[in-house]
């Protein structure tokens, strides 16, 4: 994301991020927290993401930080 609002910044129009992923191995047993600061918004805002993140996003307050050391 950081590269994305950089390029942007720079000019560059249509920008993708995508993430690299074995799809013979799904991750069921994981879930991710994305903490969008203000500047992420305004990334999520102009590729008009913001709604559909909040719609279909769990809020934080859900979430608690478990720590495990093995």
């Known amino acids: ?3 994305a609002l950089l390029l942007e910044k720079r000019g560059y129009r ?8 074995d799809v ?3 991750e069921n047993d994981r ?3 994305f903490l969008i ?5 305004r990334l ?3 590729l008009e993401l913001t ?3 909040s719609k279909n996003g769990v ?3 859900q979430f608690r930080n478990i720590t495990v050391f093995e």
């Open 1 to 3: 994301m950081s590269v």
């Open 14 to 21: 249509n920008i993708q991020v995508l993430e690299r992923t």
């Open 24 to 26: 013979n191995a799904p």
């Open 31 to 33: 879930s991710y927290q």
């Open 37 to 41: 600061n203000g500047r992420g918004q």
């Open 44 to 46: 999520t805002d102009r």
């Open 51 to 53: 709604e559909a993140i």
């Open 59 to 61: 809020p934080s307050s």
